[in-house]
């Protein structure tokens, strides 16, 4: 059956960066299952066709983009709260779908003002992310209690979705999040507009122009990356690597496309000495991302964080790229044996083995044809969406199952039977 659902987004959508394309692809994939999606979120931001968009109070002193860890996120947030309540009470949504733990936490409340269940869209470990973006260490007084906040928020929620099975994993270590309430969506990836550059002439002169555009020569090998511009996302990491491998490979060129703040890490790529082997454009439209990553030979993904997931490799799989990646679970997840892996953190054995990627074309052509059929098998939105649908239905099945009890003066159950996870029942 269609339920009217507000999703709840802390965050400055839309905004061109794998969080933002979550929510994004699963608006639509959901909407084409005929459910009505209403979206919560801060007040800057891209608007985005055929989505119902309520944007908090105008901060006129916030227009960039809000990404990461932020003491603006404090009032923000107070508005978005606000915001949602109004859309909740104008829409009166089946199911509260919010994505981030502040988003979780809003939905807590509605919940309990609406009386409907609340799913939360878990991408990660709120304190890792902080202690990833050097607001918080571990050491910082603030983090023991964050610490307690965040799995308070982790309880709220009738039902946890996780974007790998490695951040399952590390909830029910911890003991987070009662299991039967946990489950995983994969990050998916729309494979009719990630695809492999098919050699028609059309594609042929789109690519040059695209190179005469940013500056390339046309006889670079290309190494391509598309993502937040971060120290945890290895950015840094990644330009120390170029610097290894420019003078073995002097027609090797590294496209790093991304933000925020390109002009820092061109500086930085200057201080290396290899600014002509590097080309920094900034943000890339998410319309236009397949076009860009189509110039790449090999795509890398350095990420450095352990708790959050990297959407960015189901794009290059798409793409049919070969992957070089550090060896993390969540890079092992998703590409398992096709995945060219180098040491957690070592820009040495990144620059060997994007070397390796490179120069093995066989090696090359059967990792990316691989990656690219298990991306059409596994990750596709609309297989996500009836995940997503299959615990909606159990969520309002028990809701109803619940109020109608509680109005049936006829039933006195003190101990309610116990109930099967929602994953194994879906």
Not at 71 to 83: P, Q, T
Not at 149 to 162: G, P, S, Y
Not at 332 to 342: K, M, N
Request: proline share 5%; hydrophobic share 40%; net charge positive.
């Amino acid at each position: 059956m269609p339920y009217t659902i507000l999703m709840v987004a802390p965050t400055s959508f839309f905004a061109d960066y794998g969080a933002h394309v979550r929510i994004w692809e699963e608006i639509k994939a959901l909407q084409k299952l005929g459910h009505r999606l209403v979206l919560t979120t801060y007040h800057n931001g891209d608007d985005m066709p055929g989505i119902d968009i309520r944007r908090s109070w105008d901060i006129p002193w916030i227009k960039r983009a809000m990404v990461g860890s932020s003491r603006h996120k404090i009032y923000l947030d107070a508005a978005l709260s606000w915001r949602s309540l109004r859309a909740a009470l104008q829409v009166r949504p089946t199911i509260i779908h919010a994505h981030l733990h502040e988003g979780a936490l809003i939905g807590a409340v509605l919940k309990r003002i609406l009386r409907v269940p609340l799913v939360f869209d878990y991408q990660g470990s709120m304190t890792s992310e902080m202690i990833d973006h050097g607001f918080i260490t571990s050491t910082n007084l603030l983090y023991a209690p964050l610490t307690r906040m965040e799995r308070f928020i982790n309880r709220q929620a009738d039902a946890v979705v996780t974007s790998t099975y490695n951040a399952a994993a590390l909830l029910r270590r911890d003991n987070a999040v009662d299991t039967r309430r946990l489950h995983t969506v994969i990050d998916s990836v729309n494979t009719d507009r990630f695809r492999p550059f098919d050699g028609s002439p059309e594609w042929e002169a789109q690519r040059r122009q695209l190179r005469d555009q940013l500056g390339i020569p046309q006889n670079r090998r290309i190494v391509v990356y598309l993502g937040l511009l971060a120290p945890y996302q290895g950015t840094q990491v990644l330009l120390q690597a170029a610097r290894r491998l420019a003078p073995r490979m002097p027609d090797v060129h590294f496209l790093i496309m991304g933000y925020p703040d390109p002009a820092s890490y061109r500086a930085y790529a200057e201080s290396l000495g290899i600014g002509d082997w590097v080309t920094l454009p900034g943000r890339i439209l998410y319309k236009d991302a397949h076009s860009y990553l189509a110039l790449g030979d090999v795509a890398v993904a350095p990420k450095m964080s352990l708790t959050e997931g990297s959407g960015k490799i189901s794009n290059y799989m798409a793409m049919g790229l070969p992957v070089v990646t550090f060896n993390s679970p969540v890079s092992r997840e998703i590409l398992g044996d096709i995945g060219i892996y180098a040491e957690m953190g070592d820009a040495d054995d990144l620059a060997d083995k994007l070397q390796q990627a490179l120069e093995d074309r066989a090696l090359a052509r059967r990792v990316g044809a691989t990656g690219r059929a298990r991306a059409i098998a596994d990750f596709s939105w609309e297989r996500a969406a009836k995940q997503l649908d299959a615990i909606y239905a159990r969520l309002f099945d028990r809701s109803a199952r619940r109020h109608t009890h509680s109005h049936d003066p006829q039933r006195c159950d003190p101990q309610p039977a116990t109930e099967k996870s929602l994953e194994q029942e879906a």
